[in-house]
């Protein structure tokens, strides 16, 4: 992993996202993985060797190059991958990560209500 290219926009230097071809889920570097607690910033080649997909838990021998996705030419919502297995688009994968966010808050916040 070189270090040259921080001084380039994030645009100019995206890294390549990966997708997993089991459920679709893309891993993008510069979101990295909160739920697997993968900090923005970390390449899919710099993944811990045990990572596994956080959606399905598939291997990541399973992930497949898809390029800069986040790249300012057009937004991955926009993007037509090609894989047919890709059903479950960006929007819907936010939506359900938000959601179970959002069951967790409201978890947490029943607990004060015991006081
Ligand atoms: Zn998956």
């Keep these: ?3 040259a290219g921080k001084e380039k926009t994030l645009a100019e230097q995206a890294p390549p ?9 893309t891993y993008v570097p510069s979101k ?3 739920k697997t607690n993968i900090p923005p910033g970390t390449l ?3 993944l811990p060797s045990n990572w596994r997909c956080p959606v399905c838990g598939a291997s990541r ?3 497949v190059n898809v390029g800069a996705i986040d790249a300012p030419s057009g937004f991955a919502e926009n993007l037509d991958y090609g894989f ?17 966010l959002a069951l967790g808050v409201l978890f947490f916040l029943s607990l004060y209500g015991l006081n």
């Excluded at 996202?17 to 889920?25: A, L, Q």
């Excluded at 047919?84 to 179970?100: D, E, W």
């Design 1 to 3: 992993m070189s270090e």
């Design 17 to 25: 996202s990966y997708e997993c071809r089991s459920c679709g889920y």
């Design 32 to 34: 990295g993985d909160s």
């Design 44 to 46: 899919f080649t710099d």
């Design 61 to 63: 021998t399973v992930f």
């Design 84 to 100: 047919g297995v890709n059903r479950l688009t960006p929007g819907q994968k936010n939506l359900l990560i938000f959601s179970a």
